[in-house]
T-cell receptor, first 115, second 115 residues
């Protein structure tokens, strides 16, 4: 089955700096890569996703890049703010077949943005 | 608010006992997923249902079982509980069908503590 590795496990930055979280996946059939943000006491929430036919996607201060050859994808957050502090999870899934949208998650990254 | 409702929010029980966790998906979502979140294991996929039928199984123990009812709500049953079962259990729902992938909407979780 799919295995997703996520690094770093913790990341501490100053407000205004950029933050980068990296993930690698094992299954070459994976073609959907979402990122979820989990705030304290809440469930994970989708912040951005990318499909394998696209190399990069941006949404305001958040961007995701995908390298299918190397099987890795990254989350980039620019101009970080204290409210970006949370746990971030990458995930992978395969569209097609009988996947029914099942996601395999990375271990998570605790991001702390210091004012 | 994701639209996914989980009850109870907190549950404290003793080893050897049995508990039932309940999930009501978003209106219209046919897929329900159960994930276990512990400090050292991240978000582990347990089981998935689509319109009442089991579609995928992950690392779910034999002591655990689940079902999805005709009204699409789902229950996760945990029996012969052990200390190591203490975790946050998330339910998520999605509109995706057989070959699709897309956003999972997570509830706020049920925190199980086994003493």
């Amino acid at each position: 089955g799919e295995n997703v590795e996520q690094h770093p496990s913790t990341l501490s930055v100053q407000e205004g700096d950029s933050a980068v979280i990296k993930c690698t996946y094992s299954d070459s059939a994976s073609n959907y890569f979402p990122w979820y943000k989990q705030e304290l006491g809440k469930g994970p929430q989708l912040i951005i996703d990318i499909r394998s036919n696209v190399g990069e996607k941006k949404d305001q201060r958040i961007a995701v890049t995908l390298n299918k050859t190397a099987k890795h994808f990254s989350l980039h957050i620019t101009e970080t703010q204290p409210e970006d502090s949370a746990v971030y999870f990458c995930a992978a899934a395969t569209a097609g077949g009988t996947s029914y949208g099942k996601l395999t998650f990375g271990q998570g990254t605790i991001l702390t943005v210091h004012p | 608010d994701s639209g996914v409702t989980q009850t109870p929010k907190h549950l404290i029980t003793a080893t050897g006992q049995r508990v039932t966790l309940r999930c009501s998906p978003r209106s219209g979502d046919l897929s329900v997923y159960w994930y276990q979140q512990s400090l050292d294991q991240g978000l582990q996929f347990l089981i998935q249902y689509y319109n009442g039928e089991e579609r995928a199984k992950g690392n779910i123990l034999e002591r655990f079982s689940a079902q999805q009812f005709p009204d699409l709500h789902s229950e996760l049953n945990l029996s012969s509980l052990e200390l190591g079962d203490s975790a946050l259990y998330f339910c998520a729902s999605s509109v995706v069908r057989t070959s699709g992938v897309g956003e999972l909407f997570f509830g706020e979780g049920s925190r199980l503590t086994v003493l």
